[in-house]
């Protein structure tokens, strides 16, 4: 037996597919559409040898240089920020699914609230890379936490559902 619910998502009680699916698309926003990689490819200053360390150790060279500007240098500092913060995020969003459907919560309600983390986190990523003037930044702060509410809205719901 299939229901929809309020965004127009066809869900049935047993079926795995939508969360799994919500994991799997979040997973990938987080580790391959914001990754750093790229654009520090782009602008020169990609080192495999120690990646993490590659802004750091080569960013003020490559502007000096003339390889980059500062503002790109900003924007592959806010590119890195953003993966950072959207890996750490994908845990507690992870976590909250899995206890949720572990916990019996309807899966209308799972959908919706996964709905709202991943626009969430999309709108978040592109505020983080491509805002980067006060008070718009706010933007990005407003976001991550509808992200991280629906997170935690889910773990309440999964401690509070009443069992049939």
């Excluded at 299939?2 to 926003?29: C, E, K, M, Q, R």
């Excluded at 000096?64 to 750490?88: I, Y």
């Excluded at 983080?128 to 997170?151: D, E, G, K, M, Q």
Aim: proline residues 4%; contains cysteine.
């Amino acid at each position: 037996m299939s229901t929809t619910n309020t965004l127009g998502l066809s869900v049935s009680p047993g079926d795995l597919t939508g969360p799994a699916a919500f994991i799997a698309w979040n997973w990938f926003f987080a580790y391959v559409v914001l990754a750093p990689r790229t654009p520090k490819q782009i602008y020169g200053i990609d080192h495999n040898n120690n990646p993490r360390q590659d802004v750091n150790k080569y960013g003020s060279e490559a502007v000096r240089s003339g390889k980059m500007t500062q503002a790109q240098l900003e924007l592959v500092q806010r590119v890195e920020a953003a993966s950072a913060n959207s890996t750490e995020g994908y845990i507690l969003f992870t976590a909250s699914v899995l206890f949720a459907l572990v916990a019996g919560v309807p899966r209308d309600t799972i959908m919706s609230l996964c709905t709202v983390y991943s626009a969430a986190r999309v709108v978040y990523g592109a505020a983080y890379v491509f805002i980067a003037r006060h008070p718009w930044t706010l933007i990005r702060s407003t976001v991550w936490w509808v992200a991280n509410v629906s997170c935690l809205y889910l773990l309440w719901t999964g401690a509070t559902v009443q069992r049939m």
